[in-house]
């Protein structure tokens, strides 16, 4: 079950809307919960992880119509991110820790350059455990 492209092309997809409210709040929760699960299973720094799944979850929120959409969404983030995150299947069914580390720099840098406005870039930037280049 590599999912890779899929993957890929859902988190491209999610991060080039640039309006959350045009995404279905369960996909958002499917992708983000997938990509910061693996994320975690790629050993990147729970902190990291963490800011990345308060990002995802004010997505759901905006994308959301009602409370129970929302409450339904955040369900499914967590099932997919726990299944992801510590799977008990085939490592190798998994993308690799390359594609994921690059799709969660990606996400970072999106949610930085759009929250240029309200913070320092010295601020936004103070969570990374190593710089990201542009």
Known sequence: MRSTPAVTAALLLLLGTGVAKAADPTVLAETGGFLLG???????????????????????????????????????????????AVPDQDQ??????????????????????AGRGSETP?????YAAEPIDP
């Open 38 to 84: 693996n994320a975690y299973r790629c050993s990147v720094p729970a902190q990291r992880v963490e800011r990345a799944g308060k990002v995802i979850h004010d997505f759901i929120a905006v994308a959301a119509r009602n409370s129970s959409e929302v409450a339904a969404a955040n369900s499914r983030f967590a099932e997919i991110f726990l299944m992801s």
């Open 92 to 113: 190798g069914a998994f993308p690799s820790c390359t594609v994921v580390i690059q799709q969660f720099e990606r996400l970072e840098r999106h949610h930085e350059q």
């Open 122 to 126: 010295a601020a936004s930037r103070s």
